[in-house]
């Protein structure tokens, strides 16, 4: 069975770090991309980038580059997402999903990641 | 980047009665290999999104044959063809052929 796991909840300072993560298992990680969305309160979805496991090439949407690092360990089939300093902006829930390259992402989705900036 | 516009925002439907979701794409869809890539995404209150529907009309796995698709080029339907309790939450529509990927803006489904 497909499972993506996704790291627990976090609570955070504006100016802080952050690192969320994402497990695979049931499929082979390293040849599938993983995706990451981002769903700010109460409202849709947006894709942030993709990461292929395999060789971490990165493509990022224009409007999260610079603002995130995708990154992955294909040792322990494990995506990261993480910030250098969260802003206020950047509450939301994070979700990964997995994407089996070609134009139909998003096939499996993990939990989510709630994410809360608060001084 | 390409805007899909979703019709309508709120779905009040009674339960057993048919539901349509529009979604129209600022550019076309299609792809050189014949293909038409839009997808449907079901998100239920505090869950995560699930995809029903890819390449237009393909059901996703377990996915209710009351759920389809169609459309062409620009213009896409979500049809249901008798709505159910567990049909309530919140209906994406999404482009995978341009980049970066797009979602509609989505459509709220509730029973009326």
């Known amino acids: 069975e497909v499972q993506l796991v996704q790291s627990g909840a976090e609570v955070k300072k504006p100016g802080e770090s952050l690192k969320i993560s994402c497990k695979g298992s049931?499929?082979?990680?390293?040849?599938?991309?993983i995706g990451w969305v981002r769903q700010m309160p109460g409202k849709g979805l947006e894709w942030m980038g993709i990461i292929y496991p395999g060789d971490s090439d990165t493509r990022y949407s224009p409007s999260f580059q610079g603002q995130v690092t995708m990154s992955a360990d294909k040792s322990i089939s494990t995506a990261y997402l993480q910030w250098s300093s969260l802003k206020a902006s950047d509450p939301a829930m994070y979700y990964c999903a997995r994407h089996a390259g070609g134009f139909n992402p998003f096939d499996y989705w993990g939990q989510g990641t709630l994410v809360t900036v608060s001084s | 980047d390409v805007v899909l516009t979703q019709s309508p925002l709120s779905l009040p439907v009674t339960l057993g009665q048919p539901a349509s979701i529009s979604c129209t794409s600022s550019?076309?869809?299609?792809?050189?290999?014949?293909?038409?890539?839009l997808n449907w995404f079901q998100q239920r209150p505090g869950q995560s999104p699930r995809r029903l529907i890819y390449e237009v009309s393909k059901r996703d796995s377990g996915v209710p044959d009351r759920f389809s698709g169609s459309g062409s080029v620009t213009d896409f339907t979500l049809k249901i063809s008798r709505v159910e309790a567990e049909d309530v939450g919140v209906y994406y529509c999404m482009q995978g052929l341009h980049w970066p990927i797009t979602f509609g803006q989505g459509t709220r489904l509730e029973i009326k």
């Open positions: 049931g499929y082979s990680f390293t040849s599938y991309w």
């Open positions: 550019q076309s869809l299609v792809y050189s290999d014949g293909n038409t890539y």
